[in-house]
């Protein structure tokens, strides 16, 4: 069993920031890609930062400039700083993350966690 913990989400006013923290545990033997998603208010689902086992990165335009995206690579932790937050940054933020269980077969399957609120009133 895989589990992704999201934490970190809260209530804040525009221009302040917040830093998500996404823990996976259970049966892990390699973690590559891991990337953060969020969902607005009847919206749906969107991709915001990614980050390969290298260190690689990439942003949604909408963020460029005010998140950034780290990992822990022996932690299995990824993190998302927001700086700058905006009230149309309020969603739901996911934690995904390609993860490689058996020791036998060299294959990833995604991994989702169950969300944290982030609400950025104006």
């Known amino acids: 069993q895989v589990q992704l913990v999201e934490s970190g989400g809260s209530l804040v006013q525009a221009g302040e920031s917040l830093r998500l923290s996404c823990v996976a545990s259970?049966?892990?033997?390699?973690?590559?890609?891991m990337a953060w998603y969020r969902q607005g208010p009847g919206k749906e689902r969107e991709f915001v930062a990614g980050?390969?086992?290298?260190?690689?990165?990439n942003y949604a335009d909408s963020v460029k400039g005010r998140f950034t995206i780290s990992r822990d690579s022996a932690k299995y932790t990824v993190w998302l700083q927001m700086n700058s937050l905006k009230p149309e940054d309020t969603a739901v933020y996911f934690c995904?993350?390609?993860?490689?269980?058996?020791?036998?077969?060299?294959?990833?399957?995604?991994?989702w966690g169950q969300g944290t609120q982030v609400t950025v009133s104006s």
């Open positions: 980050i390969t086992s290298g260190g690689g990165t």
């Open positions: 995904s993350a390609q993860i490689r269980v058996s020791s036998s077969v060299y294959s990833f399957s995604p991994f």
């Open positions: 259970g049966s892990i033997v390699d973690i590559n890609n």
